[in-house]
Structures are given as C-alpha cells and as structure tokens.
C-alpha cells in the first residue's frame, strides 16, 4: 500500500495493518490477488471532504481471498477493514476485523472474529480450545453487536478502547487470533465431499449477505459513489462469494 495513505491514519490503525500483514507473511505462501483495476485505489468526496480508499489483496492455496482495506475521510473519519475468506475446500471460519478513528483520536470501534460457517453456528473444536487458552482481556467500553450479528462467534471481540493500554490489547488479541487461524489454516485437509463443500460455500454466502446490511458502511459509499458503484464494490470487493 502507498504510505502515504497508511501515514495519515490514526496510529493504530497503521500498527494493526502492518501487524495483520507481517503474520500472513509469515505464516502463509502468498500470491497476488487480481482485483479490478479501478477497485484498487479509490477516490472520491463526502460530503465535501476528500475520501481515500486503499485495497490490497492476496490469496494462499487455503484462501481465495485474503482483504485488506484502508479508508480515509477528510481528517475526521480513518478505518481498516479486513476479511480472509477461506476457499470452499476448507472448512474454517471467516476471520474478520474492522478499526474505525473519529475526531480527536478516538477509536469508535474495534471488532475482531473468527465467525463460524457452518449451519449450528458453532466453530470447529480445535479453535474453541485454542480461542478458550488465550489469556483473559478487559476492556471498560463493550459494544453491543448490530442486529443481523448472529454470524459472531461466542469469541468475538467489539469494544471501544479509550486508552493506549486498551488498544495495545486490542492489537494483541487480534494478532493471537490471526496467528492461531493461519496455523490451523495451514495443517488443514482440503475437503472432497462435494455435499461438504456445498455446506461451506453457504456458509460463506450467509456471512457475506449479513454483513452486506451493514447500512452505514452502504450510505457512506453511495453518498460518495453512487448505489450502483456502491452495489459493485459491496458485492466484489467487501463481501463477494462463490455461487
């Protein structure tokens, strides 16, 4: 990504970038991800101000697609935004984390999942006793999960940090389940039941179709783009699935 763009973000947001990126290097055998040439780097205006959006993509023989997005309006609103969808062949959870920097430096919302794809919303064993060994966090502002949020697992993390120690443990934790997630991905065996394949691309169009409600992320981009662009960049860029 240019830096540019991930020097101008609030500095966490810039951390948790470099730190999501320096475990998928180190833990993956990466590719490059081909994304449309007009998704890659996006500009726009809202409401006035300036609205910068960043995309990087790669894909791994376990994953079809590994995002991350790095989004700035004006000086007033920074996010990251990444998602790692797994190919259909292998039954693992989505991983899933989002920062979003208001005015003042403040981190409004931090979120991070590994959410279970199949059918009894339950994620598979071996994460449950990897998840449930991780030392206990606490943080003084937990946020509540939206309506269509049933795709979280028991694990998600959705808080708002208001100090430097709470988005420390914030990044930590994200790194823990990004590192855990990468070492399961790794030793996984690819599934040849095409029944079982069929469960996991449902599951990840399930998840994709929730997150797709998501009306604020849809009114920030349509108010910038359009409803047409928007429904594109939403549906093969955000949350695009295998049919």
Known sequence: ????????????????????????????????????????????????????????????????????????????????????????????????????????????????????????RALPERYQARLTELPSVHFSQPRALPEWGDIFSEFCLFVRPVNAEEEAQFLQRVKDFLTLHCQIAATETPLTSDLEIAGVTAGQRYYCTKQQQNDKTRRVLEKSFGSEWTDRYMNTMLFDYVT
């Open 1 to 120: 990504m240019q830096a540019s763009l991930r020097d101008r973000l609030h500095p966490l947001i810039h951390r948790l970038a470099d730190c999501i990126e320096a475990v998928w290097q180190e833990q993956l055998l990466l590719a490059p991800y081909s994304v449309p040439t007009d998704l890659g780097y996006i500009e726009g205006s809202l409401e006035g101000e300036r609205l910068v959006i960043e995309n990087h993509c790669y894909e791994t023989p376990q994953f079809r697609k590994l995002h991350l997005e790095l989004a700035q309006v004006g000086n007033g609103l920074d996010i990251l935004h990444c998602v790692m969808f797994p190919n259909p062949a292998y039954a693992l959870p989505i991983f899933g984390a989002d920062l979003v920097g208001g005015r003042g430096g403040a981190i409004s919302a931090a979120i991070v999942d590994l959410s279970p794809i199949s059918r009894d």
